[in-house]
């Protein structure tokens, strides 16, 4: 093993000596940054992402960055570069050829090509027609431990953490499963300067049959991700499944999954506090230099109660079905949620990288009803909107702070589902009830570290929060001698019941991971081994009387994965 790392490791060293050799000296690789990229992924060098990363930089500083990621991952020594620039013929040497060199060799900082960096070739890939095609995902084995009975396998509802009165919050469960698996399909070509991307993914997380656990543990296979992506000089355009501009990136904010902030977590419903959804979209970028990008889309729409809302007693019956409480995909929609999103990546200095962005979403509701004393139905609409910041800087190529924010009035499906979006009021006299429809206030945030111990180690730490504001009214609908109240996370007494103890008001959770890389090979991928531990906490608006104020639990989860080497 030792020797074939040795190998590996010398075969690498040589591919990258020898490209810069080709290439010149690093200050001046501006014109010959493409192909320079291309062969160093296509031999295995560096990953896609690492491709990307070199060229948002400006490109006097696109020769430092690629020198720092080559030593970072152990292929260039300093003795290496000594050598390289030995090599390297001096700007001061005349040439022997008197022919004056064109002046398309090195395109000059200030006429740089301005866009999105193109997909560098995959070692693992083959050719179909003029694609190329590469397997992504990984194969995993996933262990996980609760102190209490959430009722899940490897995803855990953050926002049903059962109370220590109850029998599930006495129990303790334990499972193995690799319905975590992803697997999928990446495909890649540039036909005549256009650069075009198909992506698709799917885990075994889908709607089991009730019988799953008992034989052949036969996991439903659902889609994540089926998407386009397609970039043609400063513009960059995606179609299909792919993850919310709400979600925060880790870099620009392009599609690939690589580029996405999902925390180093393994539950696959990743982190209290960050908002996220994958979800159809169509989304337009225009990246206005190399370090920023602005743009502008529409997403799919699902007005969303989470079957926490109570209705008005009158009407109840007419809008059930108007809202998805978590079991209602048809639900009607009247137009999409339309979004913006910026971001801005820069270099601060050598060896460190900072992201920003920011992010905002209109969101439109409407439900119609019969008005009592009316002969015909009545309409009603309501506006709401969510909004996000989002960062992370690097610090040397080690240490990364990350962090974002959310705000919203009507997004709480895109705060992890953890709460509404939306309630029902009644409105005018007796015997001409009506209603109307008020947004819930949600906010949240996330903040943390990932910090590369060692050249295959990862520890990350997180904390994240998110927060449902209350929503309600007296039913002067209810025929009932004392009216109750109704909406979401409203308080009872002696003779009004309060709201439900799954009405969220505040969810924490603390989590600590370690990802650690056994063996890596561009060929064939790399075996990860990785664990997590969270603590969760959860506070409802209204418990009875002596029951207790909130619930938590400790989670504990291990994976073992097999990545594909088309990641």
Not at 226 to 238: C, L, M, N, R, S
Not at 448 to 463: C, D, I, K, M, Q
Request: hydrophobic letters at 40%.
């Amino acid at each position: 093993m030792r020797l074939g790392l040795g190998i590996r490791k010398a075969l690498l060293t040589t591919t990258a000596v020898a490209a810069f050799a080709a290439c010149g000296d690093t200050s001046v690789m501006a014109g010959d940054t493409e192909a320079l990229l291309s062969l160093l992924a296509s031999k295995g060098v560096i990953s896609s992402s690492e491709a990307r990363a070199v060229t948002s930089a400006p490109p006097a500083e696109q020769g430092d960055r690629l020198v720092a990621i080559l030593r970072k991952k152990g292929v260039l020594a300093d003795g290496d570069m000594q050598a390289l620039k030995s090599k390297s013929r001096p700007a001061s040497v005349a040439t022997t050829d008197a022919r004056p060199a064109p002046a398309s060799v090195v395109v000059p900082p200030a006429t740089a090509p301005v866009g999105p960096a193109p997909m560098p070739r995959k070692a693992a890939s083959i050719e179909v027609g003029g694609f190329e095609i590469a397997p992504v995902g990984y194969l995993a084995l996933t262990g996980v431990s609760r102190n209490t009975n959430a009722g899940t396998a490897t995803t855990t509802n953050f926002g049903a953490i059962p109370f220590n009165n109850t029998i599930q919050g006495n129990n303790t469960e334990t499972r193995l499963s690799a319905q975590n698996s992803v697997l999928g399909l990446r495909a890649h070509g540039n036909i005549r300067g256009v650069d075009l991307t198909g992506y698709f993914e799917g885990d075994f997380n889908g709607n089991d049959p009730a019988n799953v656990y008992v034989n052949s543990n036969s996991h439903t296979f659902r889609m994540r991700l089926a998407y386009a992506d397609v970039k043609a000089g400063q513009f960059e355009t995606t179609f299909g499944q792919t993850y919310s501009w709400l979600t925060p990136n880790r870099y620009g904010m392009g599609p690939d999954p690589s580029d996405i902030f999902l925390t180093n977590n393994i539950d696959q419903n990743y982190q209290v506090g960050l908002p996220w959804a994958r979800q159809a979209a169509a989304h337009f970028a225009w990246h206005a230099t190399p370090n920023f990008t602005i743009g502008a889309g529409v997403e799919n729409p699902q007005q969303f109660t989470n079957n926490e809302v109570v209705f008005p007693t009158a009407f109840n019956a007419q809008l059930q079905n108007q809202f998805d409480n978590g079991a209602n995909p048809g639900t009607p929609n009247r137009i999409p949620d339309v979004v913006a999103k910026a971001a801005y990546d820069s270099d601060v200095w050598s060896g460190t990288r900072l992201h920003l962005e920011a992010a905002g979403m209109w969101r439109h509701f409407r439900v119609n009803n019969l008005v009592q004393g009316a002969p015909d139905f009545g309409w009603h609409d309501a506006n709401g909107w969510a909004t996000t910041v989002a960062g992370n800087l690097e610090f040397f190529n080690t240490f990364t702070l990350v962090g974002n924010a959310f705000w919203s009035a009507g997004g709480g499906r895109y705060l992890g589902a953890l709460g509404p979006d939306v309630v029902a009021l009644p409105t005018g006299p007796a015997g001409m009830h009506d209603i109307a429809l008020s947004t819930v206030r949600s906010h949240g945030f996330l903040g943390g570290f990932e910090w590369r111990v060692l050249n295959p180690t990862v520890l990350s730490a997180y904390y994240g929060q998110a927060y449902f504001d209350r929503n309600y009214a007296v039913d002067t609908t209810s025929m009932a001698p004392v009216q109750p109240y109704i909406g979401f996370g409203f308080p009872g007494s002696l003779t009004i019941p309060g709201s439900a103890n799954s009405n969220n008001k505040q969810i924490e959770q603390w989590t600590l991971d370690l990802k650690h890389t056994f063996w890596a090979d561009p060929q064939y991928g790399a075996i990860t081994g990785l664990a997590q531990y969270s603590y969760l906490r959860r506070e409802a608006w209204f418990v009875a009387n002596g029951a207790p104020p909130e619930a938590h639990t400790h989670l504990f989860f291990t994976e073992l994965r097999y990545q594909l080497p088309g990641n």
